[in-house]
Structure formats: structure tokens, C-alpha cells
């Protein structure tokens, strides 16, 4: 199907490889962080989320850490897999307002 | 499976034209989000609903309006369209108002000719 985002930063991984996808947020005052997936033809799923009154949050094979000082969120994919491989979206949310997506990054594991 | 159900897939039709995108959010969320993604941006929020009201607005054109009905599902209706306006349109659901997870839609594919 016709992928999304043509021209996204791309990150390649060897598979079993731990991969590190990086997010600038853009409002101080944001206080809840979200990483979404999204695979071709599908809609974004979620991953895992993290409030602003932590720093790093585990989930099965993902971290996902928080640093406000420079306004940066980063999820991390321990023994990266073929089906890994996708767009994944950082979002932000301040105090209830909608949530603001990045741009996205385009993850591909090779074999 | 997010549970959120959108129809149609796909949708082709002319400019000028007007169409309407269906949305039904999962079993027990009462807050519906409309997203507009095209190929070189990321998801736009266009516009959100909770209990059948407007709750926010975001960069909807006013040549597009939504509504939530009683049972929770809801529309977009895009009219006079534009070939600018080719994108896919996603929906999403939550339980409450804002600040929790969104599930998605698989969305609805739109190609102006």
C-alpha cells in the first residue's frame, strides 16, 4: 500500500539490535508523552505512555525516557524484530488539550 | 484490533464533490478524534466530539464538519473537495476527555481525481 511519510527520517537496524528512536516536543508545559506504531495500511497503536512526573518507563522490550530539561522523549526497542519495523510517532499533551504529533520515524530492521 | 471501526476503506470521487466518513469508537469510549494524514505531514487533529458535543477544534477547514450521535459513533463530512484533500482520515477513541491513549482506526483512504 502507499506508505506514509515519503520522505521521514529513517532509522536501520540489524535485527537483535537495540534501537533508540529520538522526539523533540515542542511545549515545556507538556505533561503527558505517548509513543505510537503505525505499520503500512494501518492506523497508529499505541505503545507506551509516560507522565511528566517520571523520567523512564518500562514496558515488554520498550523504555521510553523523558528528559524535560531539553525537551526530549526517546523509545527504546531491546532485540529489535522484522516486525518492528514501521513509523513510529512521538505525541504531547498539555494539561488536557489535544494531542500534538511529531513527524514521525521510520524504523526498518534488516535481517 | 483497536476496536475503533472505519468505513469505507477507501474512497475515490471528484472535486467538488462531498462525502461522508463513518466512525464507530470502541465499546465504552465516549470521546471521538478525527485525523487528517497526508503523505509529507504527520496526523493533523482536525476536531473532537465527547458525549455528542464539540469538545475542541483543531485545523479543520470549514468546508469539513462532524458530528457525534447518541450512540457514539460519528461523521466527518467533507464537501466541496479539493485534490489537496486526498489523504487518509483516521479516528480515534478514548474513555474520558483528554491526557489518555487514543486508539486508532485503520482509517479511510480518500483520492480526489
Known amino acids: 500500500g502507499e506508505s506514509v511519510g515519503l520522505h521521514l527520517p529513517t532509522l536501520s537496524v540489524q535485527e537483535g539490535d537495540n534501537s533508540i528512536i529520538n522526539c523533540a516536543y515542542s511545549?515545556?508545559?507538556?505533561?503527558?508523552f505517548i509513543w505510537y506504531k503505525q505499520e503500512s495500511g494501518k492506523g497508529p497503536q499505541f505503545i507506551i505512555d509516560?507522565?511528566?512526573?517520571?523520567d523512564k518507563r518500562q514496558g515488554q522490550r520498550v523504555t521510553v525516557l523523558l528528559n524535560k530539561t531539553v525537551k526530549h522523549l526517546s523509545l527504546q526497542i531491546a532485540a529489535t524484530q522484522p516486525g518492528d519495523s514501521a513509523v513510529y510517532f512521538c505525541?504531547?499533551?498539555?494539561?488536557?488539550?489535544?494531542?500534538?504529533f511529531g513527524p514521525g520515524t521510520r524504523l526498518s530492521v534488516l535481517p | 484490533d483497536s476496536g475503533v471501526t472505519q468505513t469505507p476503506k477507501h474512497l475515490i470521487t471528484a472535486t467538488g464533490q462531498r462525502v461522508t466518513l463513518r466512525c464507530s469508537p470502541r465499546?465504552?469510549?465516549?470521546?471521538v478524534y478525527w485525523y487528517q494524514q497526508s503523505l509529507d505531514q504527520g496526523l493533523q487533529f482536525l476536531i473532537q466530539?465527547?458525549?455528542?458535543?464539540?469538545?475542541a477544534k483543531g485545523n479543520i477547514l470549514e468546508r469539513f464538519s462532524a458530528q457525534q450521535f447518541p450512540d457514539l459513533h460519528s461523521e466527518l463530512n467533507l464537501s466541496s473537495l479539493e485534490l489537496g484533500d486526498s489523504a487518509l482520515y483516521f479516528c480515534?477513541?478514548?474513555?474520558?476527555?483528554?491526557?489518555?491513549?487514543?486508539?486508532f482506526g485503520d482509517g479511510t483512504r480518500l483520492s480526489i481525481l
Open positions: 480515534a477513541s478514548s474513555v474520558g476527555q483528554s491526557d489518555q491513549p487514543q486508539h
Open positions: 511545549n515545556s508545559a507538556s505533561d503527558y
Open positions: 509516560i507522565r511528566s512526573n517520571m
Open positions: 505525541a504531547e499533551n498539555n494539561y488536557g488539550q489535544n494531542f500534538v
Open positions: 465499546s465504552g469510549d465516549l470521546s
Open positions: 466530539y465527547y458525549n455528542g458535543e464539540e469538545r
